[in-house]
């Protein structure tokens, strides 16, 4: 058995998430691609919320998806997720929060490669 680093772990399951969609629709790309800037901008719990407004739940199911990996098994979907980021204790918070932007970062970069590879295949 091997033991993983939380970014591997972390990596491992964002790129489950961006392989299960196979061909991603513009929007979601466009929303990955700012949502950790979102994130560090606003902090997690507006971030969540915005996304929620926005209807994104797709990416945010992502997003859990990929935080349970880094060991956030209470957090079972986006109403969890808002929920945990504005009632948890400062610690508790931050690193929620800093696993959030780690977790949308590498939805960005898997997106952006998928984004790239689709590009390839049609040229």
Known sequence: M????RSQRLAQAAFAQIAEHGKMDEEYVTFAKKFPALIHTCGL????????AKKKTGYIADLTNVLKAAGHSEITGSEP????A??????RYLRLSRDAINAASWLKRYVEAAKVDAAEEEA
């Open 81 to 84: 997720l808002e929920h945990h």
């Open 2 to 5: 091997s033991v993983h680093t």
């Open 45 to 52: 719990a507006q971030a969540v919320v915005f996304a929620r």
């Open 86 to 91: 504005r009632t948890q204790q400062l610690s």
